[in-house]
């Protein structure tokens, strides 16, 4: 069962009544969803432009300079993927606690 699973299982137990249940439920689908693309492109239009940069100032290009541009855009977008991953991961756990503290609170009322 995966993370998201295990969020939205406490999302299905807030009362229907919930006026915040639908929206927590599409949220934790969306954050499902996420696979690092957006973070990932990010990255890759920054180190883009940031060689392009390079070159412009440095005012030289050669095959090797070149090449490591291509490693080093290539290695951003992996990195940009990964966080774009991890932020994910760190809002469905955010997310998670406060389902938590409400499932308590609506204990606790009820």
Request: proline letters at 2%; one cysteine or more.
């Amino acid at each position: 069962m995966s993370l998201a699973d295990r969020v939205d299982a406490l999302a299905i137990r807030l009362p229907e009544g919930d006026p915040r249940k639908a929206d927590f439920r599409r949220l934790i689908a969306a954050l499902a969803d996420e696979c690092g693309c957006t973070m990932g492109g990010i990255f890759l239009v920054a180190a883009t432009i940031l060689a392009i940069a390079y070159f412009i100032i440095a005012g030289g290009l050669t095959i090797g300079s070149a090449l490591l541009a291509i490693a080093a855009v290539f290695v951003a977008s992996l990195v940009g993927k990964a966080i774009g991953l991890g932020l994910a991961r760190i809002r469905l756990l955010r997310l998670r606690r406060v389902l938590s503290a409400r499932l308590v609170s609506v204990r606790a009322e009820g």
